[in-house]
């Protein structure tokens, strides 16, 4: 783990790819639920808008796979930067009263880590095919950072969190 | 499934029921790296106990599709060795809460430990009651004041889950964290691949009555020593006594006879009717 400079295959790499969008996919689609729980249902909306991207992408990327075998792996033998997929967020950034800049926000980081993920294949793995799918896979990433950017520009930057007028953790 | 290979999906083991955590609970981490672990493993729904107690962790089986039991508060132990000596074809899977483990439970603990029967056990330790809305727990600081049933804090020294399992006997011990699905669902491999009574201790926040425990993804570290895991109780002891309680790996394992249930004395119901007759 954490040497994605190693991937060194077309089908490892498609792999990862693959692994990246369906955990991503799952995530999102997780946190929609939660935020459809707590009745945060603007955030819920953009979450399943997120997953319904990542389902378009992973269908991409079982196009470009068909005819591989694709090898399977384990959920700690995979090589992204970091122990976990660069798309599946990190809990402690999720609130159940988070707004929806800060939802893009999330999914902001997300896409900037899959783009840096991509790019350290596209430039350090030892295979010449690998490493130029990786820069097409590093130019989509890039691409989704910038509309995200946009998005996020076009939203009131005040990401204060609303006051719960019932909130959870008051002891009744 | 998965459309590219035959492998078996982590969310082919989720139910349909969705969670009522908070978002941002650390327990959908715990729930992730156990269907993780069961993907890995390649095994049958039917194949898996889950067990838990009362809680907010507790919940977890309802959210799986292997069997389930929901029971009682701080029972989950006993009745998953009761469970594991009627079916011991089965993979036994305990989980719960600090709370529900270390004090309502707390006795079942020491006895699952040094009993050694085959089963793993995930305590999802966020150092709250938060089902009952954020009271202390056996693993909360003793300068916590947050609630207003100990607003000067508990001044009791926390409870050690691992340094007290060792002590116990359990032979396989470790320290994880939610927010690291992906190491975690490893833990629970090797845990579940254990023959005997493994025990996990996950770092799990909680945002709504805990929230400066999102910080903790900042402080969690794996243990900084080659010596880990050890089957040296003595140096295992060490290193859990030196740690803050913030570095995570497996710390103990050791071979040791496990309960069978060939152990039991087997006697026949009439048997007992006749040594009760007057």
């Keep these: 783990m954490t040497n994605p400079q190693e991937i060194a295959t077309k089908a490892e790499f498609l792999a990862h790819a693959f692994a990246l969008e369906q955990e991503s996919v799952d995530r999102y689609e997780e946190l929609a639920d939660a935020m459809d729980t707590h009745n945060n249902l603007e955030v819920a909306g953009l979450f399943r808008k997120m997953a319904e991207f990542g389902r378009k992408h992973a269908v991409e990327v079982e196009r470009l796979a068909a005819g591989s075998d694709l090898p399977t792996l384990e959920p700690w033998d995979f090589k992204w930067a970091d122990d976990e997929g660069p798309e599946t967020g990190d809990y402690a950034d999720i609130d159940y009263m988070m707004t929806p800049v800060q939802a893009l926000q999330f999914a902001l980081a997300n896409e900037k880590r899959s783009r840096d993920f991509y790019g350290l294949v596209a430039s350090h793995s030892p295979n010449q095919t690998v490493r130029e799918l990786a820069g097409e896979f590093t130019q989509e990433e890039a691409e989704h950072v910038t509309l995200l950017e946009r998005w996020i520009a076009r939203h009131d930057s005040d990401t204060t969190i609303a006051d719960d007028l019932d909130p959870p953790n008051i002891v009744d | ?278």
């Excluded at chain 2, 009522?20 to 959908?28: A, N």
């Excluded at chain 2, 529900?100 to 006895?111: A, V």
């Excluded at chain 2, 089902?131 to 100990?150: F, H, I, N, V």
């Excluded at chain 2, 090797?190 to 993804?217: D, N, Y």
């Design chain 2, 1 to 278: 499934m998965n459309p590219l290979s035959d492998k078996i999906e982590p969310k082919d083991y989720k139910s349909d029921v969705k969670p009522v955590w908070c978002p941002g609970c650390g327990d959908f981490g715990v729930l992730n790296a156990i269907t993780k672990a069961l993907a890995s493993l390649r095994l049958a729904p039917e194949q898996v106990a889950l067990i838990s107690g009362i809680g907010c962790s507790s919940r977890v089986p309802a959210y799986t599709n292997v069997y389930g039991f929901h029971g009682i508060h701080g029972r989950a132990l006993a009745l998953g060795a009761g469970l594991k000596a009627a079916r011991p074809d089965l993979h036994i899977v305990v989980a719960g809460g600090d709370g529900d483990g270390f004090s309502i439970g707390g006795n079942h603990f020491l006895h699952a430990c040094r009993r050694n029967m085959d089963m793993t056990y995930i305590v999802m330790d966020n150092e709250v009651y938060g089902m009952t809305k954020g009271q202390a727990s056996p693993t909360t600081a003793p300068d916590w004041t947050e609630s207003e049933l100990t607003p000067s804090g508990t001044h009791a020294r926390p409870f050690q889950p691992a340094a007290i399992a060792l002590a116990a006997g359990a032979t396989f011990i470790a320290r994880a964290f939610s927010g690291k699905p992906n190491t975690l669902a490893q833990m629970v491999v090797l845990a579940m691949q254990h023959p005997g009574f493994a025990f996990i201790q996950v770092l799990s926040p909680c945002p709504t009555f805990r929230p400066e425990q999102k910080e903790w993804k900042n402080i969690v570290r794996p243990f900084a020593v080659d010596a880990l895991p050890t089957s040296d109780p003595a140096l295992a002891a060490l290193h859990c006594q030196r740690d803050d309680g913030m570095s995570t790996g497996v710390i103990y394992v050791e071979a040791r006879p496990v309960w069978k249930r060939s152990d039991m004395q087997e006697i026949a119901i009439d048997d007992i009717e006749q040594e009760f007759r007057i």
